[in-house]
């Protein structure tokens, strides 16, 4: 006898988790609580008969629910005024509304307050039809076929069509062929859970392999009945069993055969355990067990183990199918796949991801949160979380061996940052990240560094664990060091790295070692301050002046001969030769004329003009260009010495003996103006005067 069990069958999500929900309000129920059941939670004698037994009462409608009492909603759902009645009458509600139950819900109500007409498919008195067409009283047409369908005369006009979550998707699908032309594409909305379309594929598939279909559940469950419709479609001899006896049953009476090829399928209200006792009875005739995942011979201790049980903490087993930029997915034999942080694979390097997806590698993981979403439920897994131990013991290792680990910086701190290994948390504070001050800790966000592991406290109940990069930088420094002093001598040439730069000079890092270059030989010009000439960071040649290895000091020389403005000063400009220069600046002794950038010479007052002068400024001014003789040079004092007046001296000007000054001008116009009337009066009278001595002069002669 050869078995096919369909992969999704059993507990839907919804009827899981108020079964589940169930037992839990069990478990804590407090002393004379009442427990109440609004409607069978499931469309399973046996679950239902556990769960009366064990306390639980059924009311089939709010109105005769017990006042403040404790209430469960089935995965169906109940309609608003429901709820309301359980609200009045103080009971605490558990409400165990399937997700995509309650989002039909939500659909429903904005439709009708829009004025929408609403038509669903569905089964006409299924409580979970009854609770959607309470949301919209007298504005739901419920229809069960496509008869029914093509049997509505009404105009389609703003009319939404819908679906119960456990009808048939086949009907659904030649409904909604009726309507493509009259119901806008947006209003046709498929409300048939994944879970259900899934689950009736694979019935049909697997009905039409086989010689024998069983379809495990209620003949009063919706969904157990279109999955018998199905199979018994492609299968004749499809039957529908509600437990382990009942397959018994037909084995002895020859209705299956030790030949037969039996696929098996299960409706959302059965449970996993029912299902296993139906394999296990037939494994009890043959043996030979096959599951829709390929041939295999296998046992059903082996099925068993192989049945993923869910829940948060849980360490299972799954297939590595997909991945996105997030999240890696993964097939955990549940409706829904469970996800993988991608971030959780990044510390391995020789994980390849798309081989694991190309041959579906198995990962064992831990079950971190299951939540459910109108979409389903979101299971978040966890690879890391199980490497845990592992990464535990490496880190002890490291932290007595006194050996690197690399980690990745993933936060930080107010002193600090927090590193991860593997999934544990090394703390390093700001002064062990580098050997320098640290400014911006956001700045290694992301960063992988080697550090040493200089703390493990495993005796309180959390483990700590503190790390440092800057003693694994100092060792390196250390050995560095040692080379550059057993090699060390004066004008040997480095590399270096400028560490700090103080007001006296700057401190370079030639390799582990770090040399004093004194402000005075950083330019061979004057300069306020280190930071002129350099920054912290560059990176420049330098050579030793001197050193003393048992004081661990090293002067340093940055500036070169060549770059010196006196370098080669006599052959470059002799004396004796005539420059040209510009004035930059005035003494009373003389002026100082650039020859040439950072190269000024001087020329003395009394080698400017020939004539003596008071002071330079009688004849020259800042700015102004001059031509003069070099006269003398003295590298060593850094002096050159100039003459302009032997070249072509500056006098000052002359002054004219006979030009009037300025101050005398107005004493001589003065009289003037205040003679001016007087003058005017004697000048008619003094007329005659002066002609007389014309009329005299023949006489004269």
């Given at each position: 006898?050869?078995v096919?069990?369909a992969?999704?069958?059993?507990f839907c999500?919804g009827?899981?988790n108020?079964?589940?929900s169930?037992n839990?309000m069990?478990?804590?129920?407090a002393p004379?609580?009442?427990?109440i059941m609004l ?8 679950v239902?008969?556990d ?11 709010a109105s ?5 009492s404790t209430?469960?909603i ?11 009645i359980?609200?009045?009458?103080g009971c605490?509600v558990?409400d165990?509304?399937?997700p995509?139950?309650?989002k ?7 439709a009708a307050?829009?004025g929408?007409?609403?038509i669903i498919t569905g089964?006409?008195g ?7 067409c ?8 419920v229809i069960s076929s ?22 048939s998707?086949e009907?659904f ?9 009259k119901?806008?594409?947006n209003?046709?909305l498929?409300?048939?859970c994944?879970?259900t379309g899934v689950r009736?594929s694979e019935?049909?598939?697997?009905s ?8 495990i ?7 157990t009945k ?8 492609h299968?004749?001899?499809t039957?529908?069993v509600?437990d382990?006896d ?12 030790p030949?037969?090829r039996?696929g098996v399928?299960?409706g ?5 355990v029912?299902i296993l ?5 037939m494994?009890e ?7 829709n995942?390929?041939?295999a011979d ?5 099925y068993?183990e ?6 948060r903490?849980a360490?299972?087993k799954g ?6 930029a ?5 097939d ?9 942080p991608r971030?959780?694979?990044a510390s391995d390097?020789?994980f ?11 990962v064992?993981?831990?079950v971190?949160?299951?939540?459910n979403?109108d979409?389903g ?5 966890s690879k ?13 290792e490291?932290?007595e061996?006194?050996t690197p680990?690399t980690?990745t ?7 600090g940052v927090?590193?991860?290994y593997g999934?544990?948390d090394?703390?390093i504070?700001?002064?062990q990240i580098k050997l320098?001050?640290?400014q911006?800790l956001?700045?290694?966000k992301?960063?992988q560094l080697?550090?040493?592991?200089t703390k493990?406290d ?6 700590r ?7 694994l930088?100092?060792?390196?420094r250390k050995?560095?060091a ?9 004008g040997?040439?480095?590399k ?8 006296f000079?700057?401190?370079v890092?030639?390799g582990?070692?770090?040399g004093?270059?004194?402000?005075t030989?950083?330019s ?9 000439i ?9 050579y ?7 004081a ?14 006196y370098?080669?000063i ?8 005539v ?7 005035l003494?009373s ?5 650039q ?6 010479a001087l020329?003395?007052?009394s080698?400017i003009?020939s004539?003596r002068?008071?002071?330079?400024s009688?004849v020259?001014?800042?700015g102004?260009e001059?031509i003069?003789?070099?006269i ?5 004092e ?5 003459s ?9 000007a002359?002054e004219?003996p006979?030009e009037i000054?300025?101050?005398?001008a107005?004493?001589?116009e003065a009289?003037?103006e205040e003679?001016?009337?007087?003058e ?8 005659p005067a002066e002609e ?10």
């Amino acid at each position: 006898m050869e078995v096919i069990c369909a992969k999704s069958s059993g507990f839907c999500f919804g009827v899981k988790n108020a079964v589940d929900s169930a037992n839990r309000m069990i478990e804590q129920r407090a002393p004379g609580e009442r427990l109440i059941m609004l409607g069978e939670l499931t469309h399973n004698a046996k679950v239902v008969g556990d769960l009366t037994d064990r306390g639980f009462e059924i009311v089939q409608d709010a109105s005769d629910v017990p006042e403040n009492s404790t209430v469960i909603i089935r995965a169906h759902g109940v309609s608003p005024d429901q709820k309301e009645i359980l609200k009045s009458k103080g009971c605490k509600v558990i409400d165990c509304t399937c997700p995509f139950v309650q989002k039909i819900h939500n659909i429903v109500r904005e439709a009708a307050s829009e004025g929408k007409d609403i038509i669903i498919t569905g089964g006409k008195g299924h409580p979970e039809v009854t609770g959607i067409c309470g949301e919209a009283p007298g504005k739901v047409t419920v229809i069960s076929s496509v008869e029914e369908m093509k049997a509505l005369d009404r105009d389609f006009t703003d009319t939404l069509l819908i679906s119960q979550t456990t009808f048939s998707s086949e009907i659904f699908k030649e409904i909604c062929a009726i309507v493509e032309n009259k119901i806008a594409k947006n209003l046709i909305l498929d409300t048939i859970c994944s879970t259900t379309g899934v689950r009736q594929s694979e019935a049909a598939r697997i009905s039409a392999e086989a010689d024998v279909m069983l379809v495990i559940g209620s003949s009063h469950s919706s969904n157990t009945k279109k999955l018998y419709d199905i199979c018994s479609g492609h299968c004749v001899r499809t039957y529908l069993v509600s437990d382990a006896d009942e397959v018994g049953k037909l084995i002895a009476d020859g209705y299956i055969r030790p030949d037969d090829r039996v696929g098996v399928t299960a409706g959302a209200s059965t449970p996993e355990v029912i299902i296993l006792e139906v394999v296990r009875r037939m494994d009890e005739n043959k043996n030979e067990i096959m599951t829709n995942q390929g041939e295999a011979d296998i046992d059903f201790q082996e099925y068993v183990e192989g049945i993923a049980q869910l829940r948060r903490n849980a360490i299972v087993k799954g297939a590595i199918t997909s991945a996105d930029a997030d999240y890696v997915y993964v097939d955990v034999r549940d409706k829904s796949e469970g996800k993988i942080p991608r971030r959780e694979f990044a510390s391995d390097p020789d994980f390849d991801l798309e081989a694991a997806i190309a041959s579906k590698a198995e990962v064992t993981v831990v079950v971190k949160s299951i939540k459910n979403t109108d979409q389903g439920k979101e299971i978040i897994l966890s690879k890391s979380q199980l490497d845990y131990e592992k990464n535990k013991k490496a880190v002890q290792e490291a932290f007595e061996n006194k050996t690197p680990i690399t980690v990745t910086v993933t936060g930080t701190v107010k002193d600090g940052v927090i590193a991860n290994y593997g999934g544990i948390d090394i703390y390093i504070h700001r002064t062990q990240i580098k050997l320098g001050e640290v400014q911006d800790l956001d700045e290694y966000k992301g960063q992988q560094l080697e550090i040493l592991v200089t703390k493990m406290d495993t005796d309180k109940h959390r483990l700590r664990v503190s790390g440092s990069r800057r003693t694994l930088l100092m060792n390196e420094r250390k050995a560095k060091a040692d080379e550059v002093w057993a090699n060390i001598e004066e004008g040997k040439h480095y590399k270096g790295i400028v560490r700090s730069l103080p007001d006296f000079g700057a401190f370079v890092d030639i390799g582990g070692v770090d040399g004093l270059v004194h402000i005075t030989e950083l330019s061979w010009k004057r300069i306020r301050k280190p930071s002129d000439i350099l920054k912290v960071g560059d990176e420049i040649d330098v050579y030793v002046k001197s050193f003393d290895k048992e004081a661990k000091k090293i002067s340093l020389g940055y500036k070169k001969a060549e770059d010196d403005p006196y370098y080669n000063i006599e052959e470059r400009i002799p004396v004796g030769s005539v420059v040209k220069g510009t004035v930059v600046r005035l003494t009373s002794f003389g002026a100082f004329v650039q020859l040439e950038p950072d190269l000024d010479a001087l020329c003395h007052v009394s080698q400017i003009s020939s004539v003596r002068l008071n002071q330079p400024s009688d004849v020259l001014s800042v700015g102004q260009e001059v031509i003069a003789k070099v006269i003398d040079i003295k590298p060593e004092e850094r002096r050159i010495s100039i003459s302009i007046k032997e070249v072509e001296p500056i006098d000052p000007a002359e002054e004219d003996p006979y030009e009037i000054s300025e101050e005398e001008a107005p004493a001589e116009e003065a009289p003037v103006e205040e003679a001016a009337p007087v003058e005017e009066a004697p000048a008619e009278e003094a007329a005659p005067a002066e002609e007389a001595p014309a009329e005299e002069a023949p006489s004269e002669e």
